[in-house]
């Protein structure tokens, strides 16, 4: 029988005391300080929700995203005994129509694995979060337990032909001693149709139709260009809420000037401006052998529900795991 359930969607007149207690109740992945800091990292979500048994708030969710492609959903916590009820499909429900279209991006406890799968979402073979040279980006019980893969983990099917279009990586003839180099996190000023260009280049696709702006950056709390005297040559963004979550998008440089070490230096200039939050990252599978060495950590519960369901299996297979796939300390 269902119940009627109050769905409300922003976030005044909240208590966030009581969102805080949800979040532990509920097993959310991240650990909160105080309510101060839930309260603001609600406060600078896209979209919060937060559902009411009568007068009592019985479950909370919240999403970081672009308004373009990509979205993380985050603290998504449901209080013990209403996950057997008909409140978990009612809530989700609402968040996947409010993101229809877009990639959604989440990371879960072991346990919830098969709760996500239930909804369509589908294990990613390409999340990572950034850890920088010492880990000192990542809480250490989360290694402990299990979040994370051994650095440079690879899975049987890695180099599968997922793509017939990706370009291989190559180094630049350049040398990078005899470049201007100089790095910006102001999106003024910026050529996004140079932007698109670099996107197309360095995706072996073109981006050109579906026209990164100016306002897809300046909407994005974190950004970073690198440039060569007056040349555009790369640049990387980021969602944020300020206080817990982000999440790294648009990384590119121009071929000409790969090899140089500039994505790892652009990253980390980026990661820099988020210093205490969980910063994920989903590449494309062809951006795998960038990520999995040592400043990053290859997640192990991190899901993906897709924008494009019906991908040919040949080029799903570089995305995801097969559906119900467990490693063996999660069986």
């Given amino acids: 029988m269902s119940i009627g359930y109050l769905f409300i969607e922003k976030t005044e007149n909240i208590d966030f005391e009581e969102v805080l207690q949800v979040l532990r109740a509920g097993n959310a992945v991240h650990e909160y300080k105080d309510a101060g800091q839930v309260k603001e990292a609600f406060e600078n979500s896209v979209y919060v929700i937060f559902v009411f048994d009568r007068n009592k708030l019985v479950a909370v969710a919240r999403a970081l995203s672009d308004g373009y492609a990509w979205t993380l959903l985050t603290d998504v916590a449901i209080l013990p005994g209403y996950e057997k009820t008909d409140l978990p499909d009612e809530l989700f429900k609402r968040i996947l129509k409010k993101f229809r279209g877009r990639e959604i991006f989440t ?62 990586g190559r180094k630049s003839e350049l040398k990078k001693d005899n470049l201007e180099l100089r790095f910006s996190e102001s999106p003024d000023n910026v050529d996004f149709v140079r932007v698109n260009e670099i996107l197309s280049l360095a995706f072996g696709e073109d981006r050109r139709e579906v026209g990164i702006t100016g306002e897809t950056f300046e909407h994005s709390r974190y950004t970073e260009f690198v440039y060569d005297k007056d040349k555009l040559v790369g640049c990387a963004r980021a969602e944020s809420d300020g206080v817990a979550q982000a999440l790294i998008l648009n990384v590119a440089i121009d071929p000409d000037y790969q090899g140089l070490h500039l994505g790892m230096e652009i990253i980390t200039r980026l990661a820099a401006q988020m210093k205490g939050q969980n910063i994920f990252l989903n590449t494309h599978p062809g951006g795998v052998g960038f990520y999995n060495r040592k400043g990053f950590r290859r997640n192990k519960t991190a899901l993906l529900y897709s924008a494009n369901p019906v991908m040919p299996k040949r080029i799903k297979k570089g995305f995801v795991l097969p559906k119900g796939y467990r490693f063996p300390d999660e069986l």
């Fill in 107 to 168: 990371y879960t406890g072991k346990k919830e694995i098969g709760f996500y799968e239930r909804f369509g979402f589908e294990r990613s073979k390409n999340a990572f979060t950034y850890a920088g040279l010492k880990d000192e980006a990542i809480d250490p019980k989360l290694i402990l337990e299990g979040y994370y893969l051994p650095i440079g983990y690879h899975y049987e099917s890695e180099y599968y032909p997922y793509s017939g279009n990706f370009p291989k």
